[in-house]
């Protein structure tokens, strides 16, 4: 990957599936206009997410199910085609998150996909969805998405606390981790969001995945209150040495940055020291990678 431009989303989201798609093509064209290459948004972001978690048989829980199945979308499908249509126009790979329709309607899946000019590239489901059932049912998979500027690993919120996911796709050869999140506060009425607990979880893991992977990390996360949840937004771009490129604080904004592919490859030891450790479990786990399932 030589010098590209890297961009995310810092959104407000509703459940209101058109609202929040316009503000997707607004965004795509400010990102266009700054010659990003790779655009990410938050997690659900097309549908918007979660306003609670709770047992199957509660009312608000039963409305949410049901808002879903109206709302999911299959993959490709109406939203993924019109956005593929903006990446071709702009020369630009995008990853929406959306609640994906499968097999005939029947699964649900809290996705990441990733598109770009020459269609869709490929769909993350998340797999760690604590909460999240019966609304939506866990992805199996960590596929590496080829793209022009390099292997492309996605994942959803929740997967960033399990240090296999990012890693597992640094042994596959991935140069970026793009994650879409929901990322709330644990107090939703924080006087001070970013000495909240959940903010340094996130603030520790995003950098964390980024230096112990050698990988340029982004996370694009919703911000602001809805339903029961508080968003802590900070939608960043990170460096691999875990230097903060670009970070959105608690705004919604679009945040972009151009670093150089050898940008900051030097942690203690050498840069260089991480990547060949990773390449040399590669090549032991090959075998072991190929299909690899959770």
């Not at 039963?62 to 490709?76: C, G, H, K, S």
Request: aromatic fraction near 10%; proline fraction near 5%.
């Amino acid at each position: 990957m030589s010098e590209v431009t890297l961009a995310a989303v810092c959104m407000s989201v509703v459940q209101d599936k058109a609202a929040n798609l316009e503000k997707y093509l607004r965004f795509i064209d400010e990102a266009a206009r700054l010659g990003a290459r790779l655009l990410v948004f938050p997690e659900v972001s097309l549908q918007g997410y979660l306003k609670k978690r709770g047992a199957p048989s509660e009312p608000e829980v039963i409305e949410l199910t049901r808002y879903y199945r109206t709302t999911a979308e299959t993959v490709p499908g109406p939203t993924t085609e019109l956005i593929v249509k903006h990446a071709a126009r702009h020369n630009m790979y995008i990853q929406i998150g959306m609640a994906e329709a499968a097999r005939a309607g029947q699964v649900f899946y809290n996705s990441a996909v990733l598109v770009g000019p020459q269609g869709v590239v490929g769909v993350f489901r998340k797999l760690h969805d604590r909460g999240e059932w019966p609304v939506f049912c866990s992805g199996d998979e960590f596929p590496l998405l080829e793209t022009s500027l390099g292997r492309i690993g996605a994942l959803v919120c929740y997967d960033m606390c399990f240090p296999e996911t990012v890693r597992t796709y640094a042994v596959g050869g991935a140069v970026i981790a793009s994650m879409s999140t929901a990322w709330p506060l644990k107090d939703s009425n924080a006087p001070d969001p970013d000495a909240d607990h959940y903010a340094y979880v996130y603030d520790t893991l995003t950098r964390a995945h980024a230096i112990a992977n050698q990988v340029f990390f982004i996370s694009a996360n919703q911000v602001g209150p809805t339903g029961r949840f508080n968003y802590y937004g900070h939608s960043r771009i990170i460096s691999p040495t875990g230097a903060l490129l670009a970070d959105s604080g608690r705004e919604e904004k679009l945040i972009a940055r151009s670093p150089a592919v050898n940008e900051g490859l030097a942690v203690i030891g050498g840069g260089s020291s991480a990547r060949r450790s990773t390449a040399l479990i590669r090549a032991k786990s090959s075998r072991w990678l190929k299909g690899f399932v959770m």
